[in-house]
T-cell receptor, first 114, second 113 residues
Framework: DGGITQSPKYLFRKEGQNVTLSCEQNLNHDAMYWYRQDPGQGLRLIYYSQIVNDFQKGDIAEGYSVSREKKESFPLTVTSAQKNPTAFYLC?????????????FGEGSWLTVV | QKEVEQNSGPLSVPEGAIASLNCTYSDRGSQSFFWYRQYSGKSPELIMSIYSNGDKEDGRFTAQLNKASQYVSLLIRDSQPSDSATYLCAPTTLGSNDYKLSFGAGTTVTVRA
């Protein structure tokens, strides 16, 4: 089935650790995104990529890093520099500009600092 | 001023009534407008998109867009308990060199039986 797969669904991080959230899509979409959602809040854009080997910072990129080496993959690393990483992380993709750019979401990953 | 503002919730409506959700946006360059529904603990799912001024109907949902007023709304007719969720408004802007998508904080709707 076509879709966006995020893993792991639940992740616990110790203080000072880097963790990587995986996002894979088989929709042949050009654009991919990472959002963060805190309880009772809207979605905030962390990073996005419109094409392989290129990505841009969103509104809250500090403490995060990404790579886009393959069209179908857009992993997000939460570094130790992110002081408050506990949140729900959503990966999304879209066909890209000129296509209405409807965004579809993966099922999300819950990250908790312990 | 926030880029996208939605009417504060929670919005409680009786079953069978109309739920009215409002959204205003600050970027006049916004071209596409989406409404997503998000159940608690789940990811958002697209329920409506609208690109032109006026109304667009899809089943029990009607989206209304007024670009001059920078306003988009969502009506849910004959509200059902399964409509209880948070609804996110998302205007999008497609720039020549960049892309921007902003979400509102969402309005939580509770449909009471």
């Amino acid at each position: 089935d076509g879709g966006i797969t995020q893993s792991p669904k639940y992740l616990f991080r110790k203080e000072g650790q880097n963790v990587t959230l995986s996002c894979e899509q088989n929709l042949n979409h050009d654009a991919m995104y990472w959002y963060r959602q805190d309880p009772g809040q809207g979605l905030r854009l962390i990073y996005y990529s419109q094409i392989v080997n290129d990505f841009q910072k969103g509104d809250i990129a500090e403490g995060y890093s990404v790579s886009r080496e393959k069209k179908e993959s857009f992993p997000l690393t939460v570094t130790s520099a992110q002081k408050n990483p506990t949140a729900f992380y959503l990966c999304a993709s879209s066909a890209g500009r000129g296509s209405g750019n409807t965004i579809y979401f993966g099922e999300g990953s819950w990250l908790t600092v312990v | 001023q926030k880029e996208v503002e939605q009417n504060s919730g929670p919005l409680s409506v009786p079953e069978g009534a109309i739920a009215s959700l409002n959204c205003t946006y600050s970027d006049r360059g916004s071209q596409s407008f989406f409404w997503y529904r998000q159940y608690s603990g789940k990811s958002p799912e697209l329920i409506m998109s609208i690109y032109s001024n006026g109304d667009k109907e899809d089943g029990r949902f009607t989206a209304q867009l007024n670009k001059a007023s920078q306003y988009v709304s969502l009506l849910i007719r004959d509200s059902q308990p399964s409509d209880s969720a948070t609804y996110l408004c998302a205007p999008t802007t497609l720039g020549s060199n960049d892309y921007k998508l902003s979400f509102g904080a969402g309005t939580t709707v509770t449909v009471r039986a």
